[in-house]
């Protein structure tokens, strides 16, 4: 069974920092493009970066460069994403993606490739 499990939300007072990682069993994540979206509550899901399979592209959010940083570790099947500088505007579900893909230097930034998620985990951000 191909499953993704985020884990490290949390609740973290503003200029906080907290780190994500989203675990892949049943699969290796070797040759999937990787992302994390996040939602607030009444609000829209959105991409907020994502990381190439090889690992050697990053995207991220406007509302999240210079703060947050994607990384991968293929041997231990874990994406990372470090969030620092956390503000209150960061609270959400946090979830992580995956989809196949054989182009090894691009990632997508949008929902519609990504195949495989995780159940979310909930980052709050508050004094």
């Known amino acids: 069974q191909l499953q993704l499990v985020e884990y490290g939300g949390g609740l973290v007072q503003p200029g906080g920092s907290l780190r994500l990682s989203c675990a892949a069993s049943?699969?290796?994540?070797?040759?999937?493009?990787i992302a994390w979206f996040r939602q607030a509550p009444g609000k829209e899901r959105e991409g907020v970066s994502c990381?190439?399979?090889?690992?050697?592209?990053?995207n991220y959010a406007d509302s999240v460069k210079g703060r947050f940083t994607i990384s991968r570790d293929n041997a231990k099947n874990t994406v990372y994403l470090q969030m620092n500088s956390l503000k209150p505007e960061d609270t959400a579900v946090y979830y992580c993606?995956?989809?196949?893909?054989?182009?090894?230097?691009?990632?997508?930034?949008?929902?519609?490739?990504?195949?495989?998620w995780g159940q979310g985990t909930l980052v709050t951000v508050s004094s």
């Open positions: 049943g699969f290796t994540l070797d040759y999937y493009a």
């Open positions: 990381i190439s399979s090889g690992g050697g592209r990053t």
């Open positions: 993606a995956a989809y196949r893909t054989a182009i090894q230097t691009m990632c997508v930034s949008g929902l519609r490739p990504y195949d495989y």
